[in-house]
């Protein structure tokens, strides 16, 4: 099966570089509509979902600081390695099942009143980890973030009501509030027991409720249901009244018009995959992304950034159990401060990173984006491992503090491209009728792969060490440099209708030129 996003040319042609709007028809059904759509209104809208995103990462982050809590000598209760690992990775088990449930749930009641659904267990995970008393509680604490991580991760919601100019920077912007919600949680771990941050956080999933029924219900959703006049009123809300939204509800109306007609019923992809290339192209790409995405080291930083930090500052890791006359509030008792200062940090570097990704995006192509990322990745995780192997047998707190450094131009790097962009492009690349759907699928690989590292990460550290970890990561992430430079495709202001008609025009190229190809430049 070829990937390709590059166009081709005969050999005896001139070459000449070939842009999209030259290599694909428009779409001449309705006039070109003049108005811009209005930011603000879009912003508001998408309140709910920006409250979500930051309880995603404070739940996200809760772990890196809840499992070295509970592992010192005077914590509430304790806990064992093993099961410290199954609370950091449990939110992600049950996962996959959800986001294959989370496309058919928002194709029939809709992406608003899924986001609606996702609050209540957010708010029942925080409930029981304020009152739980042992680690089976926090076991189904975790499992209700999962369900929660599934049905925010893989909503439709943002992509169906942003326009075209927005949508890169709306969609980055959820990333942000992720990080945001990590400092938030890692912050309140230096002054905060556990409990008390669980009793705290769970204002947001009610605030995040109680925004949703001010927001409007997707356009696209209303349109496919035959909701004409509300998928009008709703394009207003999000658009403005000067928007010609009727104009906009036509194409989308012939645009999902256009897919029923060629394909009744979603059974039709799955007998004729092969003829798809709008479907199996951008799937089997979202799925390599989120391999790789598994080996920048973003996944186990989050989750184990206390203990990864407080094993390097303080030169024995956790502190050993066993009989202690110290108080609880005794300094060697206790995780080192140093920790979750680094944690913080580390939070804040990424929450810059991500805001600076939301300015790019802006200006420069998603691909080349993705492409230095990787590379300053690669450059960093090398660096991390190097670090951390000179402080393991050195007293030069140089090592040390370097190892933060590079942990922080890592969690920067990452985040410019292959940890966020997986994400954006799973609501980009698939087809309309499917789009929801699809990411379903791809968001549980993602979380089959979470659950695999974040419960391995324990027992691969204890073999090859912290600094052989992570120099495989960069190995990783080497080896799959040249297939992502090959198959990443670019969608920088293009429509979403635009960039299925780019997949299939590619693959009708493909078809007509089987005799001598040569690869010409890629699209602007």
């Not at 003049?34 to 879009?42: C, D, L, V």
């Not at 140093?338 to 940090?345: C, P, Q, V």
Request: proline fraction near 5%; include cysteine; charged fraction near 15%.
């Amino acid at each position: 099966m070829k990937f390709s996003s590059s166009a081709y040319m005969l050999s005896e042609e001139k070459p000449k570089k070939i842009s999209l709007g030259t290599l694909l028809p428009t779409i001449p059904t309705t006039p070109a509509i003049q108005t811009k759509p209005r930011k603000r209104s879009q912003f508001a809208a998408l309140l709910p979902v920006y409250l979500l995103q930051i309880c995603y990462g404070m739940n996200s982050g809760f772990p890196a600081i809840l499992t070295p809590q509970l592992r010192e000598d005077c914590s509430e209760f304790s806990i064992t390695a093993d099961q410290e690992s199954w609370i950091v990775s449990l939110d992600n088990l049950f996962t996959p099942l959800i986001c294959l449930l989370s496309g058919p749930l928002q194709q029939t009641w809709g992406p608003r009143t899924v986001l609606m659904l996702s609050c209540v267990p957010y708010f029942v995970s925080w409930l029981l980890s304020a009152l739980a008393t042992d680690h089976y509680i926090l076991y189904s604490a975790r499992v209700c973030v999962g369900v929660s991580h599934a049905l925010l991760s893989t909503t439709v919601y943002t992509i169906e009501i942003s326009s075209v100019e927005m949508r890169g920077t709306f969609s980055i912007l959820e990333s942000v509030l992720r990080c945001l919600g990590c400092v938030i949680v890692y912050t309140l771990g230096l002054f905060h027991r556990w409990k008390s941050i669980a009793t705290l956080a769970l204002v947001v999933p009610v605030l995040a409720l109680f925004s949703c029924f001010f927001s409007p219900e997707s356009p696209s959703y209303l349109v496919s249901k035959q909701k004409h006049k509300e998928a009008e009123l709703s394009l207003n809300r999000l658009y403005g009244p000067e928007f010609q939204s009727w104009q906009e509800v036509i194409v989308l109306r012939e645009g999902l018009n256009k897919i029923h007609r060629k394909r009744k019923r979603k059974l039709e992809y799955i007998k004729d995959f092969r003829k798809h290339p709008e479907l199996y192209k951008p799937f089997f790409i979202v799925l390599i992304l989120s391999f790789v995405q598994q080996f920048s080291g973003m996944s186990v930083i989050r989750a184990y950034v206390v203990r990864i930090f407080d094993q390097i500052f303080s030169d024995g890791g956790l502190p050993t159990h066993g009989n202690s006359t110290l108080t609880c509030d005794s300094p060697s008792n206790k995780t080192s401060s140093l920790a979750y200062f680094s944690a913080i940090t580390i939070g804040l570097f990424r929450l810059i990173a991500s805001l600076t990704l939301a300015r790019l995006l802006l200006r420069f192509r998603r691909r080349s984006m993705y492409i230095i990322s990787m590379s300053l990745s690669i450059m960093c995780l090398s660096a991390f491992s190097l670090l951390s192997y000179l402080s393991k047998d050195s007293s030069l707190s140089f090592y040390r503090w370097g190892s933060l450094v590079a942990a922080c131009l890592l969690v920067f790097s990452v985040q410019l491209g292959v940890q966020t962009l997986p994400f954006l492009l799973s609501g980009e690349l698939f087809p309309t009728d499917i789009r929801a759907t699809c990411k379903g699928l791809t968001r549980s690989w993602t979380c089959i792969l979470l659950v695999v590292s974040l419960k391995l990460f324990p027992l691969v550290e204890s073999t090859l060490y912290l600094y052989g970890t992570f120099f495989t990561f960069a190995l990783v992430l080497l080896a799959f440099l040249p297939l992502i430079f090959y198959i990443l495709p670019e969608t920088k202001d293009l429509s979403l209708e635009r960039i299925q008609q780019y997949f299939r025009a590619n693959s009708v190229i493909e078809e007509e030129n089987q005799t001598k190809l040569s690869p010409i430049y890629r699209i602007n």
